[in-house]
């Protein structure tokens, strides 16, 4: 089974399990105050390890679908009115920033890195990757496990393994975790999303167009425009508890 989890992918896999629970919780298929399949019951169904499971169940608690009982197990919880689209771990939203601090100045040199030295390959992956993302803002998915796989092209036009053994390193945690808007909010929902495809396309032309400089600054944009969203989150909730 452990083999299996790191051919497939970590993160994918704690997206997909995540997503699987989450569309039965919505569905109806468990209310709230059902309880969920225990933890080994959703490693042998789902065939992924019990980190993975940690993982989605941590991200459906985060996002206030679920409650972890000790001793007791797993949850639905019903949704509070009055805390929509505001049931987001403040310690998770600063970590989420943490990351994105320390990914700017590594991926700003990516970018530029990418732009002079990347192969007509390299360069029509990065391009399939920005496709990928598309087809989730199209087809109403989240963007975030394609938006990982296309830093990971970028960092790996570097032809300097470093950086991307480095975001590989980070795993799925590169990319926040938190919610910019709820996901209940499906208009502005998707027009966050056509925001980061836009500041993707800057990059992916610029490296495109062997501009290194443009690109350099295209990086700069998306990431430290992520670090201000990602900011004004944080004030907002420490707004809303206070």
Known sequence: MQGKDRSRGSGSLVSQVGESLRQAILSGQYAAG???????????THSVSRTVVREAVAALRSDGLVEVRQGAGIF????????????????????????LEIRTPVEIEAAGLAALRRSPAQEEAIFECHRKILQCIETDQSIREADL?????IAEATNNPLFKHFLESQGAAIIPQSRVVPETRTAEQTAYRKLIHREHEAIIVAISDRDDQAARNAMREHLVGSQARYRNLLKDLRSFTS
Request: no cysteine.
């Open 34 to 44: 059902d309880k969920l399949p225990s933890e080994h019951e959703l490693t042998e």
């Open 76 to 99: 639905v919880i019903s949704p509070d009115p009055a805390l929509s689209g505001r049931k987001v771990d403040k310690a998770r939203v600063a970590s989420d920033l943490e990351v």
């Open 149 to 153: 796989e296309l830093h990971v092209a």
